[in-house]
């Protein structure tokens, strides 16, 4: 069982930073993968980021690469994601997800979830 707590979100001009985190609990973190998806207004859930359990690969979707970076520190049980250059568009409710299977894009991938971190972004 992995609890998954997200923080660092809020209100940010459009052009600035933001850096989300998400907290693991429960035994073996390195051996998750770990995924960031979003959900706009009126949107499905989409896939942002993920990382392979070691650090060593990384997977982004098209909208966010060269934006956004996604990393963890399994020694504090915690994954970011660094995001830059923000546009309006990237405002949404931030997931964390973590799985133990392949690191893919697919929400079927993961099996556990976080409660969400809203990121609004103004003009």
């Known amino acids: 069982q992995v609890q998954l707590v997200e923080s660092g979100g809020g209100l940010v001009q459009a052009g600035g930073s933001l850096r989300l985190s998400c907290a693991a609990s429960?035994?073996?973190?390195?051996?998750?993968?770990m995924g960031w998806f979003r959900q706009g207004p009126g949107k499905e859930r989409e896939f942002v980021a993920a990382?392979?359990?070691?650090?060593?690969?990384?997977l982004y979707a098209d909208s966010v690469k060269g934006r956004f970076t996604i990393s963890r520190d399994n020694a504090k049980n915690t994954v970011y994601l660094q995001m830059n250059s923000l546009k309006i568009a990237d405002t949404a409710v931030y997931y964390c997800?973590?799985?133990?299977?392949?690191?893919?894009?697919?929400?079927?991938?993961?099996?556990?979830w976080g409660q969400g971190t809203q990121v609004t972004v103004s003009s």
């Open positions: 997800a973590a799985g133990q299977r392949y690191l893919r894009s697919s929400m079927n991938e993961y099996g556990y």
């Open positions: 429960g035994r073996i973190f390195s051996s998750y993968n």
């Open positions: 990382i392979s359990g070691n650090g060593g690969s990384t």
